[in-house]
């Protein structure tokens, strides 16, 4: 599959501010300035850099740089499911006061 956002009507996937509105109502912030390390490449970039595939159930985030799947976000009726597997750390800068 290619990952080449080639247009914006017939793109494969968008950038992972996508994420901003699922995992904000749940979490209480934003977490697109979040850092994910990728599993497969070691590398670290901030969410909002993933590319996410939203013509699923879900939304699956995948690593720009290897495209592992690095993170899957799934709502039902009264959850949400954030699956981390494909990452090795998600880094989260401190609120300043």
Do not use: H, I, K, Q
């Not at 490449?41 to 995948?62: E, I, K, N, Q, Y």
């Not at 949400?80 to 990452?87: F, K, Q, T, Y």
Request: charged share 20%; aromatic share 2%; hydrophobic share 40%.
């Amino acid at each position: 599959m290619s990952t080449t956002n080639v247009g914006a009507d017939d793109a494969p996937w968008v950038d992972g501010n996508a994420l901003a509105g699922p995992l904000g109502e749940v979490m209480g912030t934003d977490l697109t300035v979040a850092e994910l390390t990728c599993a497969g490449c070691r590398t670290s970039r901030p969410l909002a850099a993933m590319r996410v595939f939203d013509r699923t159930p879900g939304l699956v985030a995948r690593c720009p740089g290897c495209e592992d799947v690095v993170m899957r976000v799934v709502r039902t009726a009264d959850r949400v499911l954030v699956d981390l597997r494909g990452s090795l750390l998600l880094s989260l800068p401190v609120p300043t006061s």
